[in-house]
């Protein structure tokens, strides 16, 4: 049996991205615009529902840009999900506002509505009501988006979806990113499908997402010369880039389907063995993509094997594996910054692990990771 690497979540191309990146080529489109950016906006339309798409060049601008369509200024408060990325959280700070981070809940572990809105009724009563909220959905689990949506609009909060771990995710049939004012996906070489390095902002409202075309090619005003009445950012997908996105997409329903039998297979594993729980979908309304299987490790039903225990094992097979996001609000650049909750995401940290979920994970991957876990779980003999 080989020792290659197993990857955590690894690039998967589907077969027709180079048709599409040489038509760019042969037709010397290689700027950040042409049919293959207008077309990939367009697919993406299509798989979601949104109205209107901007492609860019990373998720993290897409954050920003919708930051600044809502007008966030230095000063302002943006609350925000703490169990997440620090990509999620660095573009609030980029403009000089201060994140206000919120626990998760324990069933989907994404955003509290209950922490939201205590934290909203207790920034308002000090003067301070948010500018906007930033909602995250972890592995690509949707979260609690109802209630979630109920609070940010009793109080007149726009919401920002970050889906970029979502896409082909859903709650009661509908795209996760569609509920709020804007949606965020991102296409970095570790998800469901890549382009390399990119993004894309979603909204419903033409209007934004016109105006974050303009601001993410330099701001540049309609004159004959290079006018610029704003500051513009250089945040535009490459038609290249959004080539591979394309040949990306035709893919993208088996790459969903490829990952949740990953997920499938994780749960038979652990089904005999104590003290291991997955990441699942609370009920029929959720519709994961996996993008991602997590699972928490409990080591007093485990004989004191531990999240770290196994993620050590498995490194030393040559498997990767990778804790759960560290909470915003234990990270030393945003120690300072308000929260709400208890411990939830502190808990889901100490104790969780993301286990292989690519989608090109083959059977001897499968037989490799198994044996692996089986072992230093004690479970049983290997096979």
């Given at each position: 049996?080989?020792?290659?690497?197993?990857?955590?979540?690894?690039?998967?191309?589907?077969?027709?991205?180079?048709?599409?990146?040489?038509?760019?080529?042969?037709?010397?489109?290689?700027?950040?615009?042409?049919?293959?950016?207008?077309?990939?906006?367009?697919?993406?339309?299509?798989?979601?529902?949104?109205?209107?798409?901007?492609?860019?060049?990373?998720g993290?601008?897409?954050?920003?840009?919708?930051?600044?369509?809502?007008?966030?200024?230095?000063?302002?408060?943006?609350?925000a999900?703490?169990?997440?990325?620090?990509?999620?959280?660095?573009?609030?700070?980029?403009?000089?506002?201060?994140?206000?981070?919120?626990?998760?809940?324990?069933?989907?572990?994404?955003?509290?509505?209950?922490?939201?809105?205590?934290?909203?009724?207790?920034?308002?009563?000090?003067?301070?009501?948010?500018?906007?909220?930033?909602?995250?959905?972890?592995?690509?689990?949707?979260?609690?988006?109802?209630?979630?949506?109920?609070?940010?609009?009793?109080?007149?909060?726009?919401?920002?979806?970050?889906?970029?771990?979502?896409?082909?995710?859903?709650?009661?049939?509908?795209?996760?990113?569609?509920?709020?004012?804007?949606?965020?996906?991102?296409?970095?070489?570790?998800?469901?499908?890549?382009?390399?390095?990119?993004?894309a902002?979603?909204?419903?409202?033409?209007?934004?997402?016109?105006?974050?075309?303009?601001?993410?090619?330099?701001?540049?005003?309609d004159?004959?010369?290079?006018?610029?009445?704003?500051?513009?950012?250089?945040?535009?997908?490459?038609?290249?880039?959004?080539?591979?996105?394309?040949?990306?997409?035709?893919?993208?329903?088996?790459?969903?389907?490829?990952?949740?039998?990953?997920?499938?297979?994780?749960?038979?594993?652990?089904?005999?063995?104590?003290?291991?729980?997955?990441?699942?979908?609370?009920?029929?309304?959720?519709?994961?993509n996996?993008?991602?299987?997590?699972?928490?490790?409990?080591?007093?039903?485990?004989?004191?094997?531990?999240r770290?225990?196994?993620?050590?094992?498995?490194?030393?097979?040559?498997?990767?594996?990778?804790?759960?996001?560290?909470?915003?609000?234990?990270?030393?650049?945003?120690?300072?910054?308000?929260?709400?909750?208890?411990?939830?995401?502190?808990?889901?940290?100490?104790?969780?692990?993301?286990l292989?979920?690519?989608?090109?994970?083959?059977?001897?991957?499968?037989?490799?990771?198994?044996?692996?876990?089986?072992?230093?779980?004690?479970?049983?003999?290997?096979?």
């Amino acid at each position: 049996m080989s020792n290659n690497k197993i990857w955590l979540s690894s690039p998967h191309m589907g077969g027709n991205e180079m048709k599409y990146v040489q038509d760019a080529y042969d037709t010397n489109w290689v700027a950040p615009l042409g049919p293959n950016v207008n077309g990939f906006e367009k697919d993406l339309q299509n798989y979601t529902g949104a109205k209107h798409a901007a492609a860019l060049s990373a998720g993290t601008a897409a954050i920003h840009l919708a930051l600044i369509l809502l007008d966030v200024k230095a000063g302002d408060e943006v609350l925000a999900s703490t169990f997440t990325f620090s990509a999620t959280i660095n573009p609030i700070k980029y403009l000089g506002a201060t994140p206000v981070l919120i626990d998760s809940e324990v069933e989907t572990w994404n955003m509290c509505p209950l922490a939201l809105e205590a934290a909203i009724i207790d920034r308002i009563a000090k003067g301070n009501k948010p500018k906007a909220i930033i909602s995250v959905y972890l592995y690509g689990m949707p979260g609690k988006v109802e209630a979630l949506m109920t609070v940010a609009n009793k109080y007149d909060i726009p919401m920002v979806e970050d889906a970029a771990e979502a896409l082909g995710s859903t709650y009661k049939g509908k795209a996760m990113g569609t509920f709020g004012k804007f949606g965020i996906l991102s296409f970095n070489g570790n998800k469901i499908i890549t382009t390399s390095a990119g993004g894309a902002l979603i909204s419903d409202d033409k209007a934004m997402i016109d105006k974050s075309r303009f601001l993410a090619t330099q701001a540049r005003d309609d004159a004959p010369h290079y006018q610029h009445s704003e500051v513009g950012y250089n945040y535009r997908m490459s038609n290249i880039v959004a080539g591979i996105g394309r040949g990306q997409m035709e893919v993208l329903g088996e790459r969903v389907s490829q990952r949740r039998a990953n997920f499938i297979f994780y749960k038979e594993l652990f089904e005999t063995i104590a003290g291991v729980t997955l990441l699942e979908e609370p009920n029929s309304d959720y519709f994961s993509n996996f993008w991602l299987t997590a699972i928490l490790v409990d080591p007093s039903q485990t004989n004191g094997v531990t999240r770290e225990d196994i993620r050590l094992a498995l490194e030393k097979e040559n498997i990767e594996c990778r804790p759960l996001w560290k909470p915003m609000h234990l990270q030393p650049v945003f120690a300072d910054c308000p929260y709400y909750g208890t411990e939830v995401s502190e808990e889901l940290f100490d104790r969780g692990l993301c286990l292989p979920s690519g989608s090109n994970l083959t059977s001897e991957d499968k037989l490799r990771i198994k044996n692996a876990l089986l072992h230093v779980l004690k479970h049983k003999e290997t096979v």
